[in-house]
């Protein structure tokens, strides 16, 4: 099993920045890759960024490339969502998941084995 802690989350006005970190542990060597996603209640989760451990298949989603940048550090075993020129529609629970491998896109929530609580982040105009 592999827990997942986010945190990082907050109240911040449109054009601050915040920095998520998702914590990993236990049988994080089984995991390849990771993955952000964000989603407001009664809405579909809708995919963010995605990195591997290595560092390698970084991916964005269109919504918010150019403005959040995701990154890793093995030795903590922690993902980053540096997240720069916030909007009023970034306002979502953003959570963070692990995969062990790498079947199906990295798009969807099928593709991910694990996720963590979620961690509230709220934008206002």
């Known amino acids: 099993q592999v827990q997942l802690v986010e945190s990082g989350g907050g109240l911040v006005q449109a054009g601050d920045s915040l920095r998520l970190s998702c914590a990993a542990s236990?049988?994080?060597?089984?995991?390849?890759?990771m993955g952000w996603f964000r989603q407001t209640p009664g809405k579909e989760r809708e995919f963010v960024a995605h990195i591997t451990w290595s560092g390698g298949m970084i991916y964005y989603a269109d919504s918010v490339k150019g403005r959040f940048t995701i990154s890793r550090d093995n030795a903590k075993n922690t993902v980053y969502l540096q997240m720069n020129s916030l909007k009023p529609e970034d306002t979502d629970v953003y959570y963070c998941?692990?995969?062990?491998?790498?079947?199906?896109?990295?798009?969807?929530?099928?593709?991910?084995?694990?996720w963590g609580q979620g961690t509230q982040v709220n934008v206002s105009s």
């Open positions: 998941a692990a995969r062990r491998y790498f079947r199906g896109s990295h798009y969807f929530v099928t593709a991910y084995d694990y």
């Open positions: 236990g049988r994080t060597f089984s995991t390849n890759a």
